[in-house]
Structures are given as structure tokens and as C-alpha cells.
């Protein structure tokens, strides 16, 4: 193999790898959540961008317990379609301060991220009491 030929193959391969690399950036932005439809229906909204995964839920729920520290509510929600079942479940803000404001009764909707094996909730809007069907709820009737 002529030094020419070696100098073009590694040029090659560190080309190819830097390609690699840039692709996998995991720096991807998200975008703000779809609006809710009306009905009561949690939406689905892809973020925008070839590279990321992030998809963001509108969802309503029921607040049955929020953390001392707000770092934490459970919420017994309605189905997320295309994504889960109605159930009652922990939710995690990335702030705290999300949560602030809630107490336990309340119905809510919010903005639910699902990246990779992460989630978290934002914008997080109390609604009136008669706003949220609860599916474990429709079932004692």
C-alpha cells in the first residue's frame, strides 16, 4: 500500500467519524405542546426536528397527593392515547415550583415529556371540578 492510499484511508475514516458523531447529538430543543382538543382528549405533539425525541402530552388528571417538597404529585389520569392507559401515577416537574400551587382534589392539565427514559410536566393549569373523567371513577357507577 502506496502512503498516499494509507493518508487517504484514514482521512477517510476520521471523516466518517466525525459524521457519526454529529449526528448523535443529544443537544435536540423541544418544542411547547399542542393545545388540548376539545372533548377532553390528551393530545400528542412530536417535537420538530430530525434529531430529537422528545414527545410532549396534553393530559388532565385528577391531584390526589402533591410532595411537601413539590417535588413530586400523584395523579389519577385520564388516558393518554397512543401513549397509556387512564391510571393513577407519580409525576415529576423538572422544577419544583411547578407543583407549587397544587393541592390535593384539583383537577389539572398539563404538558407531559416523554424523552428516551425521561418525563417530566410543565405548564400545569388547574381546571374546574366537572373538566376531568376519570376512568376509574366511570366504573363505580
Known sequence: MSLPRIFLTHLLTAVLGLAL????????????AAPSEEGGDASASPAT????????????GLVRKVADDDSMAVIDHEEIPGYMEA???PFYPR???VFADL???????FDYHVEG???WVENVSVLPKSAVQIA?????E
Not at 49 to 60: K, N
Not at 103 to 109: F, H, K, L, M, R
Not at 136 to 140: A, S
Open 103 to 109: 393541592e390535593a382534589g384539583q383537577n389539572v392539565e
Open 49 to 60: 426536528g430530525a434529531e430529537s425525541a422528545t414527545t410532549v402530552y396534553r393530559v388532565r
Open 87 to 89: 391510571m393513577s401515577m
Open 117 to 119: 427514559d425521561q418525563a
Open 95 to 97: 422544577e419544583p415550583s
Open 21 to 32: 458523531l454529529t449526528s448523535c447529538d443529544s443537544s435536540s430543543t423541544t418544542e411547547d
Open 136 to 140: 376509574t371513577e366511570e366504573k363505580k
